[in-house]
Nanobody, 114 residues
Framework: QVQFVESGGGLVQPGGSLRLSCAAS????????LGWYRQAPGKERELIGY???????VYKDDVEGRFTISRDNANSVLFLQMNSLRPEDTAVYYC????????WGQGTQVTVSS
């Protein structure tokens, strides 16, 4: 059974940083494109970036240059380093497989506020 467990969220001031982790299980992690999503209050969940098996990571325009996705295939963990955080980054963050989506994890709440 495919599972994702996100962690690392919290309350941070504008301009601050957070590093999110996503522990995956139930599939061959190294063989899949993996992505980070977020859902802000009152909005639909959106894909903010993904990392292929090999090659360049792709980001949504408003996080490009601030967020970095990386992966640890040996331990089946996906990371999201978030820098220069803005209030509009406030959301619940999730990970999943963009091209073969599985059930969603519980997500991790990120709140950017002074």
């Amino acid at each position: 059974q495919v599972q994702f467990v996100e962690s690392g969220g919290g309350l941070v001031q504008p301009g601050g940083s957070l590093r999110l982790s996503c522990a995956a299980s139930g599939f061959d992690f190294s063989q899949f494109v993996l992505g980070w999503y977020r859902q802000a209050p009152g909005k639909e969940r959106e894909l903010i970036g993904y990392i292929p098996r090999r090659g360049n990571t792709v980001y949504k325009d408003d996080v490009e240059g601030r967020f970095t996705i990386s992966r640890d295939n040996a331990n089946s963990v996906l990371f999201l380093q978030m820098n220069s955080l803005r209030p509009e980054d406030t959301a619940v963050y999730y990970c999943n497989r963009p091209y073969s989506r599985a059930s969603w994890g519980q997500g991790t709440q990120v709140t950017v506020s002074s």
